[in-house]
């Protein structure tokens, strides 16, 4: 099994944004798509993502409603906005052009500089 890796700073809120858009999940739900997705490579702590979560919810980027889990608990299930879609694209195409920079700078070779 591969090592976890710690999220990049600024990353979770992406990844919530990207699990949500795949269906409405509770809470717990969304940590365990995000490992799920992540082949289990990820470590979120709890706390953490509970803040984040409900950060996206008050920028209106998500949206919760009460309903029934899977063990016939009350919990909040989670989609995304109109708004949070739009975000999703956004962060999608910084992370895509932060990460193309990085890989370039880690493939230079001296005689380039």
């Given at each position: 099994m591969a090592k976890p890796i710690d999220l990049p700073q600024g990353s979770l809120e992406m990844l919530i944004l990207k699990a949500t858009s795949l269906g409405p999940l509770h809470g717990y739900?969304?940590?365990?798509?995000?490992?799920?997705?992540?082949?289990?490579?990820?470590?979120?702590?709890?706390?953490?993502?509970?803040?984040?979560?409900?950060?996206?919810?008050?920028?209106?980027?998500?949206?919760?409603?009460?309903?029934?889990?899977?063990?016939?608990?009350?919990?909040?299930?989670?989609?995304?906005t109109a708004a949070g879609k739009r975000q999703l694209k956004v962060e999608t195409a910084k992370w895509a052009d932060m990460t193309s920079v990085v890989a370039s700078v880690l493939q230079s070779k001296p005689e380039e500089v």
């Open positions: 739900g969304i940590l365990l798509r995000i490992q799920q997705i992540s082949g289990k490579r990820l470590e979120i702590l709890q706390g953490t993502f509970y803040t984040a979560i409900y950060r996206l919810e008050r920028r209106g980027w998500i949206e919760g409603e009460w309903g029934e889990s899977e063990n016939n608990r009350r919990a909040k299930f989670y989609h995304l």
